[in-house]
């Protein structure tokens, strides 16, 4: 039962509310003052306080003011026989959630009495929410058995301690996003807005405004003002993904948000201050846009403070079972299914796959086969027909013959990885550091590999 306390030294208000409330399911306790009201507040933990602004001992906006205090957030509504402007400007910016005036209407209460409700549940959704997305984003909850997955695991916390600004680089659905996320939920940000935008998704004359918002009028079809990410990013972190797919003008734009944190909305001269940590993903390579002058230099600096490279799951053949199991469970538990797990063939037929689409496309694929699966396991006709077999493809021209090879996969692709260190060690003169930049691995992912391959 929902509790209400009213505040009030007119002793039929309180009778009034008591009757009233009390018939609509609420348990009311009442005090005549606002010292009496505050004990009362602490001993009930009352969900809504009505209370009167004129009262002895202690008013209105005094106990108020203590309220808030004791719980943030509380939703107090005012009342008062005095229709004075600067009492109810006042009363609001103190913390107060509405204002009636005496003589009020019992109808008007009701729905006050309604609204606040309504607003404590959409709160109480949201932190629940929020705690979820923090558990969501607990490293030790990135699945992954690969050396170079947990190196970076290991690197967002050291990242997160910061507010540099962060370029994610990786193929399409390997888990850039993923990365951003952590990066935030794992700052000291993470209480404020995480806003991402797809910069390849969004038609390139609506993307300005989609980064700095609009003032109405600015533009054929800006009916109303419209605030940009960049703003409701304020206190937070804004991910901006496919980056390299902004035009020189919004890169000038960008540069400038970066340096000075200020930027204006279309169509308005007022500057508009932003606190903002910015994260920027790409599948392209900036650094060849740079020198084809398509891809601002002193944009690329700004943004390439801190660097992360997710590896493509071609990369991490120990990850493929591990993410198939896990999005198996997840597509049985959605589509209502008893499926436990995949058959030999079906797991060869995963591993052998090359995964163009990465971690996206794996999670897709398991999904239809849920989808398509007649029984308690997943056997490979279930499987995408593109995924039937396929075979990993190697980038080398070396790389050794699968077909005549009759080893187990695990075994092949060590080999193919031990050879291409080996060559990469050689172009670079024995330069650990220049050989891991060259493999887009850490230096200590490298040292782990040329320990396990016993490279001297």
């Known amino acids: 039962m929902r509790r209400i306390l009213v505040v009030d030294d007119d002793e039929s208000v309180r009778k009034l509310l008591t009757v009233v409330l009390g018939k609509e399911g609420f348990d009311v306790t009442c005090a005549d003052n606002g010292l009496t009201g505050l004990e009362a507040f602490r001993s009930t933990s009352a969900d809504i306080v009505i209370m009167d602004i004129r009262m002895p001992e202690m008013d209105g906006l005094q106990a108020l003011e203590e309220i808030t205090k004791m719980r943030r957030g509380a939703a107090v509504i005012l009342m008062t026989a005095y229709a004075a402007v600067e009492t109810a400007v006042q009363a609001m910016k ?190 392209r390579d900036l650094e060849s846009m740079v020198r084809a002058d398509t891809f601002r230099q002193d944009l690329y600096y700004r943004i390439n403070v801190v660097s992360l490279h997710v590896p493509p799951l071609r990369e991490r053949p120990e990850d493929i079972r591990l993410l198939a199991d896990h999005f198996l469970q997840r597509f049985a538990t959605e589509n209502n299914r008893e499926i436990v797990t995949f058959d030999d063939d079906a797991y060869q037929a995963l591993m052998g796959y090359g995964w163009p689409g990465n971690v996206r496309e794996l999670a897709n694929a398991v999904e239809s086969a849920v989808i398509m699966s007649t029984g308690s396991m997943i056997f490979s006709e279930d499987l995408p027909k593109q995924i039937l077999g396929g075979e990993r493809r190697m980038a080398e021209a070396d790389a050794p013959d699968i077909q005549e090879n009759q080893r187990p996969l695990k075994e092949m692709v060590k080999e193919f990885e031990r050879l291409a260190i080996l060559q990469a060690l050689e172009r670079n003169q024995e330069n650990r550091v220049r050989t891991a930049r060259e493999l887009g691995i850490s230096r200590r992912s490298l040292l782990y590999k040329l320990q396990e391959y016993d490279i001297s």
């Open 94 to 283: 103190l913390g107060a959630f509405d204002y009636v005036i005496k003589p009020f209407d019992i109808d008007e209460i009701l729905l006050l009495v309604e609204r606040a409700l309504q607003l404590q549940q959409m709160r109480s959704d949201i932190n629940l929410l929020h705690r979820e997305l923090l558990q969501s984003y607990r490293l030790d909850r990135i699945l992954t058995d690969n050396p170079q997955m947990k190196d970076l695991c290991l690197t967002v916390p050291r990242i997160a301690g910061s507010n540099a600004s962060v370029l994610i680089t990786g193929e399409s659905g390997s888990g850039k996003e993923l990365f951003a996320s952590a990066i935030h939920y794992n700052s000291k940000r993470c209480n404020g807005p995480f806003v991402k935008i797809n910069c390849g998704a969004i038609p390139e004359g609506l993307l300005e405004s989609e980064f700095f918002g609009h003032e109405k009028g600015a533009f054929t079809g800006a009916i109303a003002r419209r605030r940009g990410r960049f703003e409701q990013a304020n206190g937070g972190t804004i991910f901006l993904d496919e980056i390299a797919d902004i035009t020189p003008n919004l890169q000038v734009k960008l540069l400038r948000v970066l340096q000075e944190r200020e930027f204006e909305r279309i169509g308005s001269n007022e500057t508009i201050k932003t606190d903002v940590r910015v994260i920027v993903a790409t599948n």
